[in-house]
Every structure is written in C-alpha cells, then in structure tokens.
C-alpha cells in the first residue's frame, strides 16, 4: 500500500498568513493527489483534485502544487473559516485509496 | 442538489452486526462508483470499501475483508455497507461518499456506530 505522509501535524497561524502544507507519497503516485478539508463535527470537502485542480466553488485562496512523491497545499491568506483538519489521499494504486493523517490548522 | 443521507449506526456488542445504509438524491446512482470511509474517534480518514456503478466490481479495505459486505440498490437509490463480526476497532463515523475520477467529491454527515460491550 502507498503511505501518505503529512507535515506538520498540527500548525497555529495568524489571519492573513501564508500556510503551507506538504504531502509526500511513499512511492511516484503522479498527479494522483487530493486535498480535503474537515471542519470539527463535519464531512470532509473536496478542495484540490489531481494535484493542483481547485473544485468548483472553492476559494481560490487554496491552492496546490507537486506531483511524483512531493505535494504542496497552500492558503495564500489564511481566514478565521479555515480553521479545520486538512488530509491529502491518492489515487494513483488502489484499493486501497489511503489519506495522510491529517493537518490540524489553528489560529494563533 | 446532491445529497447523502446516511443511516443505520449505533451501539452494538463485539461479534455483532450492523447494516447501514446511505440514501442518495441530485444526481444518476447508477452513474457512479461509491464508497464508504470511516473515521474513528479523534483519528484520520481511512477507505473501507467501493462498489461499481454497475454493481460487478467491489472492493474492501483489509481490514474489513470478509467481514463487511457493500451493495447497492439502483431503483431505491441506496447504498448499504453490511458490517458483521464486529470489533471495537470498527468504532468510527461512517461516511458514504460519491466517486469522481479517485476523488470522493460528494460526502453524508457520517453515522457512529460503536462497538463496545
């Protein structure tokens, strides 16, 4: 199975500030990358498909950008909204799809 | 619009069973692959198991193999995950969720079910 690995686990940043989240996949998955967003007591949300493609109606603040075994998602101006756990999972070989553990994004 | 409204969970016993469903509206089920992903308590994502759109392929996470069966029923528009042989470690929300291209675009609010003794 492909292991996805998160960094940081968690991160506490300032309104307006650039956040940047990495993703790295244990084995060259491609473009084959998703980013979610879980709000607390919430489903998760579709943000970023095939690595850098933002879903409709996403704010374009989020952005993402890698591909192989490296993946970068940023918020280019981190809002009070944002606040949430953030999971990367891949496509490229499965079953099993498998997510990262996951990035705990705080306001300082 | 699209929705998904799963139901079924709750509390119940070690080596018990469970069937919940997910009922679907706002798009062709029968389009779709779907999947069902779980969440345990304050921990990340995991896939448990896809069903194809037409019913012929179906999938399971090891964890669950042999033991959870999912299915679909295209004239009710549902989806069911039956869980069997329960464990503690299958204490989770679980979310149905619509397939697109490797992506899950479209999630229910989850159920819990826990087990426990």
């Known amino acids: 199975d492909i292991q996805m690995t998160q960094s940081p686990s968690s991160l506490s940043a300032s309104v307006g500030d650039r956040v940047t989240i990495t993703c790295q996949a244990s084995?060259?998955?491609?473009?084959?990358l998703n980013w979610y967003q879980q709000k607390p007591g919430k489903a998760p949300k579709l943000l970023i498909y095939?690595?850098?493609n933002l879903e409709t109606g996403v704010s374009s603040r989020f952005s993402g950008s890698g591909s192989g075994t490296d993946f970068t998602f940023t918020i280019s101006s981190l809002q009070p909204e944002d606040i949430a756990t953030y999971y990367c999972?891949?496509?490229?070989?499965?079953?099993?799809?498998?997510f990262g553990q996951g990035t705990k994004l705080e306001i300082k | 619009q699209v929705q998904l409204v799963e139901s079924g969970g709750g509390l119940v016993k070690p080596g018990g069973s469970l069937r919940l469903s997910c009922a679907v509206s706002?798009?062709?089920?029968?389009?779709?692959?779907m999947s069902w992903i779980r969440q345990a308590p304050g921990k990340g994502l995991e896939w448990v198991s896809y069903?194809?759109?037409?019913?012929?392929?179906?999938k399971y996470a090891e964890s669950v193999k042999g033991r959870f069966t999912i299915s679909r029923d295209i004239a009710k528009n549902s989806l069911y995950l039956q869980m069997n042989s329960l464990r503690a470690e299958d204490t989770a929300v679980y979310y149905c969720?619509?397939?697109?291209?490797?992506?899950?675009?479209?999630w229910g609010q989850g159920t819990l079910v826990t087990v426990s003794s």
């Open positions: 969720a619509r397939n697109l291209n490797g992506s899950f675009d479209y």
């Open positions: 706002g798009f062709t089920f029968s389009d779709y692959y």
């Open positions: 069903i194809s759109s037409s019913s012929s392929y179906t």
């Open positions: 084995q060259d998955i491609s473009k084959y």
């Open positions: 095939d690595a850098s």
């Open positions: 999972q891949q496509y490229d070989n499965f079953p099993p799809y498998t």
